[in-house]
């Protein structure tokens, strides 16, 4: 049988257990994704570019499917990068982990991301967390997590954080010796490398390595 | 070695130091006590450099040099270290990747892979401590006990000339603070000289401090040799008042009820 090729730019129907990584390279991405009983999807969703996007995705989660989305944004000064994600829990026992990680130096970073669980769709379980550090005093981010839950026996949960450095965690690390700069980094690298981990396509993830690696946190 | 010459420090406007003086000769163990909010760790603190404390007026003065407009990076390269009182849970950052940069910003040239293994293995071994904790997020999800034993272990690699440990012996058990007492009296007959913050006396009987200083209101109301220690840690601090007629202000910690996230359910 004849594997279908999954387009982040196009409706996707999910049938067999599938990864990718796909880096945005074009300004607007709508799409969807249907995510068949028993199968999963892992989606990096790589957004580094010194461009606007918008990226609306709405996920249609079946009976013990799961989703697994992580993304990283990178926004350049004067960017705008807006994320609208809907994850749909239409069937029981789905799975769902949103997880955002940002780099705002001096751009906008939105992100609004919904899950819903339907009445009947007992024991989901999903979970949205965000984080996102704002390098300049002109970063704009905000993070929206919202959960629509209509029914009794799930677990829902969402996390946010924004801002930039925590200045506790920055005098820790100085006092041993790292510079400012050396402590910035080691922050910021912490909350994406984890991410960035994940990819598996070895090109996308050495580009994404080069581009964080050459920033200039000081 | 070290000497503050009134120093007074402001946090978020709030005055904590008056007027310190002292002077730490090398060598020292000295016992840093007084009654909870009057600025023990707050001198920690500013010693280290820490951009939170402001210092008003006054200075310090390191191995000759006034560090007082130091950055805190620079400090430690000289030779200051503390121990802090509730390290803080860095998430992403490896401890292992964290110890080997801070040791390396301390050398002229990067420890060899061999050698750091076996330093980092000795000293995760004199706290008790598993070695496999390395790779674990810094601080992250580590107990009260284990974070000190972290801090300890970062003392060893760096081995600095003054160390300022800041209520160290919280959350450890008895085995623990002994491991802990071994290795502060093992860098210090090798040359490190501490500054301890202390509650118990548990902690004086196992490292003899040879000179006290008692911080109250701010300012240090009362110093002396060792025993000076071991008594506040037997009879508290009401003698003071009654003997030297100093009056301690009480202190009243103003107490976050946090916030709460925002959930929209229909």
Redesign the interface.
């Given at each position: 049988m004849k594997k279908e090729i999954i387009n982040i730019y196009s409706d996707n129907k999910i049938k067999t257990n599938e990864i990718c990584d796909f880096c945005i390279s074009e300004k607007e991405v709508n799409s969807s994704f249907f995510i068949e009983s028993n199968k999963s999807l892992l989606i990096n969703l790589i957004d580094i570019d010194n461009i606007n996007s918008s990226i609306n995705i709405i996920f249609n989660l079946k009976n013990k499917s799961k989703l697994l989305l992580n993304i990283i944004s990178l926004s350049s000064i004067n960017n705008k990068k807006e994320y609208h994600l809907s994850i749909n829990h239409n069937h029981p026992e789905s799975y769902s982990r949103v997880n955002i990680s940002g780099i705002n130096l001096g751009g906008n970073i939105l992100v609004d991301a919904k899950a819903r669980i339907i009445q009947g769709a007992n024991k989901s379980d999903t979970r949205i967390e965000g984080k996102i550090t704002n390098l300049s005093s002109v970063a704009r981010s905000r993070i929206s997590p919202?959960?629509?839950?209509?029914e009794n026996d799930v677990k829902a949960s969402?996390?946010a954080s924004l801002g930039s450095y925590?200045?506790?965690?920055l005098?820790?690390?100085?006092?041993?010796?790292?510079?400012?700069g050396?402590a910035k980094k080691?922050?910021t690298?912490?909350?994406?490398?984890?991410l960035i981990n994940n990819i598996n396509d070895t090109r996308i993830k050495t580009l994404s390595l080069d581009k964080i690696r050459s920033l200039s946190l000081c | 070695m070290l000497k503050i010459n009134d120093l007074n420090v402001s946090i978020d406007s709030s005055s904590i130091l008056n007027g310190i003086n002292l002077e730490i000769s090398k060598g020292d163990i000295v016992a840093l006590l007084g009654p909870n909010g009057h600025g023990k760790s707050t001198l920690f603190h500013s010693i280290m450099g820490n951009p939170r404390y402001v210092v008003n007026k006054g200075n310090i003065i390191f191995n000759g040099e006034d560090i007082t407009k130091m950055d805190v990076s620079t400090r430690s390269k000289k030779g200051l270290f503390l121990a802090f009182q509730n390290p803080p849970e860095i998430s992403g950052v490896m401890t292992l990747d964290f110890f080997k940069n801070s040791l390396n910003s301390h050398l002229d040239k990067p420890i060899k892979l061999l050698d750091f293994y076996k330093k980092t293995t000795q000293a995760y071994e004199d706290v008790g401590l598993d070695s496999s904790f390395i790779e674990r997020n810094l601080n992250e999800g580590f107990s009260g006990g284990e974070k000190k034993r972290n801090e300890i272990i970062q003392l060893q690699l760096l081995s600095p000339t003054l160390a300022m440990l800041d209520e160290i012996d919280s959350g450890l058990d008895v085995d623990a603070l002994s491991s802990i007492a071994k290795v502060i009296n093992n860098m210090h007959e090798k040359g490190t000289t501490f500054i301890l913050i202390s509650h118990y006396d548990k902690l004086f009987s196992l490292i003899n401090p040879n000179k006290t200083f008692v911080i109250i209101n701010g300012k240090v109301a009362l110093s002396g040799d060792g025993l000076l220690a071991k008594r506040i840690s037997k009879e508290g601090y009401s003698f003071i008042e009654k003997e030297f007629k100093i009056k301690i202000e009480k202190k009243e910690k103003q107490v976050s009820i946090g916030s709460c996230g925002v959930k929209q359910v229909i």
């Open positions: 919202i959960l629509y839950i209509k969402h996390s925590n200045e506790a965690d005098f820790y690390l100085t006092s041993r010796g790292l510079t400012l050396d080691a922050i690298y912490g909350s994406i490398y984890p | -």
